[in-house]
């Protein structure tokens, strides 16, 4: 691939992921630079975090061998109250790929819109990289719209009997606060 095609390879998956509302940014350090390894790896790890925070995550990201080999990977999520991935304690799910890959991973939450640039354009030179197959497409695309125009998703009742204090809720997206 040449230089042109290179960058706007990664200019139009920088906007892919300009276009959602992420919470996490995490970097995890791999063993291997195998794409199938790493993807089965996330795998099993989204698998963890899902069933220990009980949320639906979606994620998009890059597999960089550069300067070792790691992911670098954007992460979204939602539960049934409104719960996203800034209410959970993300040392749990850092944790949790340390315990499969016996590997660092460090999360962080997502303030600003830099770390989709950061990802896409600092963390995909050409032939070191690849991209991770997004997971939750369906998740990846109501978070897509809640950016885009707030107005298109319908905020859910969101009601648990088991919670006195928090009858009603709202989408936690400052969207809807305002």
Known sequence: MDYKASENYRNGFKDFLNTIEWEWFCTMNLESPDL??????LKKWRIR??????????????????????IHLLMASTDRYGRTLADIEKSRAEDAWFGLTERKAVIRY????????YAALRN?????SEIITPYNKTLLEKERMIKVDPSLVKPQSIWNPHENDNIMQTLRREHFLK
Not at 49 to 70: D, F, I, K, M, S
């Open 110 to 117: 997502v303030y600003d819109q830099g770390a989709d640039g």
């Open 36 to 41: 199938v390894s790493a993807e089965k790896l």
């Open 49 to 70: 975090v899902c069933l220990r925070e009980h949320v639906q995550v979606c994620y998009a990201g890059v597999c960089n061998l550069v300067p070792h080999p790691h």
């Open 124 to 128: 995909m030179p050409v032939g070191k």
